[in-house]
């Protein structure tokens, strides 16, 4: 079966500078702790994702494309990863400016500054360069993904968007008639509702919200 637009799909992926080899994200655990990586806090094992839908970067979520499950290497420029660097986000910001807030910055800090995350590259006479490119900007890409399989029940559909969207583990969800009824610990937001059913109906159109 290959693999169309908003189809659910599981896989596992190791990712990787291709320059300099290193692994800036995983799914395996034990790969994790080999390499020094492991995260207590971060959830190993396979994940499900939407098909372009933008779960994963642009040229990964392309190439998926008319694959079939197994294993694969690909490959991907800046342009189709995380973007080319840009020189305008590289900031000169007065240290005042920091000392305001009671943030005192050192090279490797990150700064959230009107919304925007960035990295302090040096501090001196009174000035703090920070690099707002994502950290990955301009690097190639190499990952080596195995596709487990593409999920057909609507119930792990369901239960795969409301993860990707609001990171909810614990849905109940009844499926009667094609309509879906989600019963959830805590309660969804307002807003997050709509995206939800707006991005149901893209996906999962066999069903519907109750």
Same mark, same amino acid.
């Given at each position: ?13 190791? &990712? ?46 392309? &190439? ?24 305008k986000l590289i900031k000169i910001i007065p240290i005042s400016n920091f000392k305001k807030k009671e943030i005192y910055p050192y090279p490797g800090l990150q700064v959230n500054r009107d919304n925007m995350l960035g990295i302090v590259r040096s501090v001196s006479s009174g ?84």
């Amino acid at each position: 079966m290959k693999i169309k637009k908003n189809d659910f799909i599981e896989l596992e992926y190791t &990712a990787r500078i291709k320059q300099t080899n290193q692994i800036f994200d995983l799914t395996d655990e034990k790969l994790a702790k080999e390499n020094n990586l492991y995260n207590s806090n971060a959830r190993y094992g396979p994940v499900i994702i939407c098909v372009e839908q933008h779960d994963l970067v642009p040229g990964l979520d392309h &190439a998926l494309i008319d694959k079939e499950p197994g294993n694969y290497i690909i490959e991907l420029d800046p342009k189709e990863a995380f973007g080319m660097r840009n020189s305008k986000l590289i900031k000169i910001i007065p240290i005042s400016n920091f000392k305001k807030k009671e943030i005192y910055p050192y090279p490797g800090l990150q700064v959230n500054r009107d919304n925007m995350l960035g990295i302090v590259r040096s501090v001196s006479s009174g000035r703090v360069i920070v690099d707002f490119n994502h950290p990955l900007a301009g690097k190639d890409l190499v990952y080596n993904i195995k596709i487990n399989k593409v999920i057909d029940g609507n119930k792990e559909k369901i239960n795969a968007l409301l993860k990707m969207l609001m990171n909810i583990n614990d849905a109940d969800i009844e499926i009667k008639d094609d309509v879906a009824a989600i019963s959830l610990k805590k309660g969804m937001p307002e807003e997050a509702q709509e995206e939800f059913k707006n991005m149901l109906s893209r996906t999962v159109p066999a069903v519907k919200n109750a």
